[in-house]
């Protein structure tokens, strides 16, 4: 086998011959950054040569490309992860809605319609179940004649002890808001008086627990 003679010291490059070589190497290198890579890939042309070779169109659309793909990166991530002092602020606004309108919210209130039909000199007694200080409003009338009333109430643990709220004689109709005085029952009385049955209307509303005729 023969194996090729090692090349002489003369042979040799010198080390400005190595030197010199490499600053070539590197001007090309810079030259080619600067006239080929920096227009194709970035749209930085500072010697023109890239608008000439057509490469700088080339680096604009991939900036463009990049930028816009960071940009909805970007929404993503937005909408992914929203800002939580929005959120809590939306949280404090929500709640402060809800609370106004409970506090505003009207308690139910109940409405009723009783009829009753008295015979001459009959009477009969009306009447709504309210704690102290509830209020029911109320309108009656008559169809047929005039009766006498007594708007009065009575606690539920004495029967007897009669409160009036308002009375009179020989109407067709009244109205207005009882607020009861204390817990029992509170109503109305109405006697027939003439000589032809009489039909009494009676309409309430308001937040009483029952309404019922008597007697």
């Known amino acids: 086998m023969y194996n090729s003679d090692l090349p002489t010291r003369a042979e040799l490059p010198t080390s400005r011959q190595l030197l010199r070589s490499t600053f070539i ?30 490469l700088k169109q080339m680096g604009d659309i991939k ?17 992914a992860k929203p800002d939580q002092r929005s959120s809590l602020w939306d949280a404090i606004i929500s709640e402060m809605i809800i609370g106004t309108a409970h506090a505003q919210a009207a308690p139910a209130v109940r409405t009723d319609e009783t009829s009753v039909t008295l015979q001459p000199g009959e009477g009969v007694e009306v009447k709504a179940a309210l704690t102290k200080g509830q209020k029911i409003t109320y309108s009656w009338k008559t169809d047929g004649g005039k009766v006498n009333h007594d708007t009065h109430g009575e606690p539920h643990n004495n029967p ?31 006697r027939n008086r003439g000589s032809a049955p009489v039909t009494v209307t009676l309409k309430t509303s308001g937040d009483y627990t029952e309404i019922k005729r008597l007697k």
């Open 160 to 190: 007897n002890a009669t409160t009036s709220y308002k009375k009179d004689r020989g109407v067709t109709g009244d109205e207005g808001v009882l607020t009861a005085a204390f817990d029992g029952n509170h109503g109305w009385f109405w």
């Open 63 to 79: 900036t463009q490309l990049y930028q816009e793909a960071i940009d909805d990166a970007a929404t993503d991530a937005k909408k």
């Open 25 to 54: 190497a590197l001007a090309t290198a810079c030259l080619l950054l600067v006239t080929i890579v920096l227009p194709a890939e970035y749209g930085i042309d500072p010697t023109g040569a890239g608008q000439a070779l057509g």
